[in-house]
Nanobody, 119 residues
């Protein structure tokens, strides 16, 4: 069974930090581009960050300079370190694994973890 299990969400004060984890089973994450997405109430799903198989990272403008994506291939886990959190960061955060091989594509989503930034 292919599965992505997310953890690390919770309630944090503005200016605080959280580290989200996405742990994989049934697939090896080093073969995939990994993305973090988020969706807040009343808003469309937003791409937050992604990391390629060679470790190149991308960040959306709203989080650039505050969030860091990383991967630990030995643990088959991807992380999103979130610093200087703002109330606008409140959302459900999802991990996504994406792979293309020739004419084929496979991709998988985690279940999501809630992040709430509030005083």
């Amino acid at each position: 069974q292919l599965q992505l299990v997310e953890s690390g969400g919770g309630l944090v004060q503005p200016g605080g930090s959280l580290r989200l984890s996405c742990a994989a089973s049934g697939l090896t994450l080093d073969s995939y581009v990994i993305g973090w997405f988020r969706q807040a109430p009343g808003k469309e799903r937003e791409a937050v960050s992604c990391i390629t198989t060679d470790g190149t990272s991308y960040y959306g403008d709203s989080v650039k300079g505050r969030f860091t994506i990383s991967r630990d291939n030995a643990k088959n886990t991807v992380y999103l370190q979130m610093n200087s959190l703002k109330p606008e960061d409140t959302a459900v955060y999802y991990c996504h694994a994406d792979r293309v091989r020739g004419n084929f594509r496979d991709d998988y989503w985690g279940q999501g973890t809630q992040v709430t930034v509030s005083s």
